[in-house]
């Protein structure tokens, strides 16, 4: 839920100008979450049967929002009804790597 609410925070300040490739699944309007996943999970699977080696690279997303109030974040998080305990740790982690806005 919180990764949805980040998400559409994102697609407002990023992508609304900006034009993706058709094979971009990330900062798009649309939710394509499962679709991300389902598409990891079969990479991963057919490496896995096929003993080939991959390559996968992760983005650390923390400096995204440290200029995101915080305050904003759990309030988006609220409308969204995410669980408070999940948006409190959200913005834990997202504290830890960044300095507090507000």
Do not use: C, N, Q
């Given at each position: 839920m919180l990764q949805r609410v980040l998400h559409y925070i994102l697609a407002k300040i990023v992508c609304d100008p900006i034009k993706f490739s058709s094979l971009q699944v990330a900062f798009e309007?649309?939710?394509r979450c499962l679709?991300?996943?389902?598409l990891l999970h079969t990479i991963l699977c057919t490496a896995d049967d096929e003993v080939k080696p991959i390559a996968i690279a992760f983005f650390d997303l923390s400096k995204a929002f440290d200029s995101v109030s915080h305050d904003t974040i759990l309030r988006c998080a609220r409308k969204h009804r995410l669980h408070p305990?999940?948006?409190a740790l959200s913005i834990a982690t997202i504290q830890r790597h960044s300095n507090h806005m507000g």
């Open positions: 309007k649309k939710d679709e991300a996943f389902t305990p999940v948006g």
